[in-house]
């Protein structure tokens, strides 16, 4: 274990975030029962908000980035966990109000910790990270709210994104016909390589929503929100159900309530954050066996600590495809 170890640092000057390189101690880090020695992080739009500044994220200071680490146990006094287990966390209040994944180390609560199936490796853990974990968090809620691959089309908003890319190709590999919204329509290739039946520009679903539209979809995963999201809610078939997961296109939801009285469809809320961890252990016992590893490699870049910024800048501004995974030094 090393005496000082690398890490990004977020400190507030004044009403300014100024993200920048740091070289810490063990003793710097929080309080937890379990230290793992971080091998890789990624880079989520939620990163990219936290690093920027442009949406309260942080809410202590100073504050290591980044809202996923893998890697294994260095020492633990957790009886779940012993040193050399491969670990994977996502979510509870990392990069928010607890030292994150952008750093050599991290201490934190054993109870947050999930042991990663024999066919992952921390590695594959980051190139599902929360984007793919929610995604599969996503199909479990579709699943439950009966939506199977005979009842019709599933649309996927924000396709080219970290979420959209592996819930493409968890419904493909399910049997479910997908339909891929994007503004990016020069990724029709890529999108159809992970398995999409068919792509539509991302206009089709951004105009001023109706209170109902033509039934269209059977399901629908949206990483959009907003306008996006009220036109899948008003184009769900009779029984059908979306589940919302992000917010990239704005927090507001106009639609009305036609379309859950008059279609009984049904608006599924999935948080990554305070998931249970019964339903953490199914969702990556299910990404073990129901994402195709060989096309989470095409859909994955990798990057050195130092490309972080350069990333986050770039995930908000749409330039990102697929997954960014992180190699910590």
Same mark, same amino acid.
């Given at each position: $274990?090393?005496?000082?170890?690398?890490?990004?640092?977020?400190?507030?000057?004044?009403?300014?975030?100024?993200?920048?390189?740091?070289?810490? /101690?063990?003793?710097?880090?929080?309080?937890?029962?379990?230290?793992?020695? %971080?091998?890789? +992080?990624?880079?989520?739009?939620?990163?990219?908000?936290?690093?920027?500044?442009?949406?309260?994220?942080?809410?202590?200071?100073?504050?290591?980035?980044?809202?996923?680490?893998?890697?294994?146990?260095?020492?633990?006094?957790?009886?779940?966990?012993?040193?050399?287990?491969?670990?994977?966390?996502?979510?509870?209040?990392?990069?928010?109000?607890?030292?994150?994944?952008?750093?050599?180390?991290?201490?934190?609560?054993?109870?947050?910790?999930?042991?990663?199936?024999?066919?992952? /490796?921390? #590695?594959?853990? !980051?190139?599902?990270?929360?984007?793919?974990?929610? #995604? !599969?968090?996503? $199909?479990?809620?579709?699943?439950?709210?009966? %939506?199977?691959?005979?009842?019709?089309?599933?649309?996927?908003?924000?396709?080219?994104?970290?979420?959209?890319?592996?819930?493409?190709?968890?419904?493909?590999?399910?049997?479910?016909?997908?339909?891929?919204?994007?503004?990016?329509?020069?990724?029709?290739?890529?999108?159809?390589?992970?398995?999409?039946?068919?792509?539509?520009?991302?206009?089709?679903?951004?105009?001023?929503?109706?209170?109902?539209?033509?039934?269209?979809?059977?399901?629908?995963?949206? +990483?959009?929100?907003?306008?996006?999201?009220?036109?899948?809610?008003?184009?769900?078939?009779?029984?059908?159900?979306?589940?919302?997961?992000?917010?990239?296109?704005?927090?507001?939801?106009?639609? +009305?309530?036609?379309?859950?009285?008059?279609?009984?469809?049904?608006?599924?809320?999935?948080?990554?954050?305070?998931?249970? $961890?019964?339903?953490?252990?199914? #969702?990556?016992?299910?990404?073990?066996?129901?994402?195709? !590893?060989?096309?989470?490699?095409? !859909?994955?870049?990798?990057?050195?600590? /130092?490309?972080?910024?350069?990333?986050?800048?770039?995930?908000? #501004?749409?330039?990102?495809?697929?997954?960014?995974?992180?190699?910590?030094?």
């Amino acid at each position: $274990m090393k005496d000082r170890f690398a890490a990004i640092l977020i400190r507030k000057e004044g009403d300014a975030q100024i993200a920048e390189d740091a070289r810490l /101690s063990l003793s710097d880090l929080m309080e937890g029962d379990v230290v793992v020695a %971080v091998s890789h +992080s990624t880079v989520n739009y939620k990163d990219g908000l936290a690093l920027s500044g442009r949406a309260p994220i942080v809410r202590k200071f100073p504050m290591i980035p980044g809202i996923d680490l893998a890697g294994r146990v260095e020492t633990s006094a957790h009886p779940d966990f012993k040193p050399g287990d491969p670990v994977v966390l996502n979510g509870y209040g990392l990069s928010e109000t607890h030292y994150g994944g952008y750093a050599e180390y991290a201490r934190v609560k054993g109870e947050w910790l999930v042991k990663l199936p024999p066919a992952i /490796s921390p #590695a594959d853990a !980051m190139a599902i990270g929360t984007a793919g974990y929610t #995604a !599969m968090l996503a $199909m479990l809620a579709l699943e439950d709210a009966r %939506v199977t691959p005979g009842k019709g089309k599933v649309v996927v908003t924000g396709a080219a994104g970290g979420v959209g890319s592996v819930a493409i190709a968890i419904l493909a590999k399910l049997g479910y016909t997908v339909v891929a919204s994007t503004g990016r329509t020069e990724e029709e290739p890529y999108l159809k390589s992970l398995g999409a039946a068919e792509i539509i520009p991302r206009t089709e679903l951004s105009a001023e929503p109706r209170m109902l539209g033509k039934e269209r979809w059977a399901g629908a995963v949206d +990483s959009v929100g907003s306008k996006t999201l009220a036109n899948v809610i008003a184009s769900l078939s009779y029984g059908g159900a979306v589940a919302a997961c992000g917010l990239a296109g704005g927090l507001d939801l106009p639609t +009305s309530v036609a379309p859950f009285i008059l279609r009984g469809v049904s608006l599924l809320g999935i948080d990554s954050v305070q998931c249970p $961890m019964p339903r953490r252990l199914e #969702a990556w016992q299910r990404l073990a066996t129901d994402l195709d !590893m060989k096309k989470l490699s095409t !859909m994955t870049h990798t990057i050195k600590l /130092s490309g972080v910024r350069k990333a986050a800048d770039d995930i908000l #501004a749409g330039r990102v495809r697929g997954r960014l995974v992180v190699e910590i030094p």
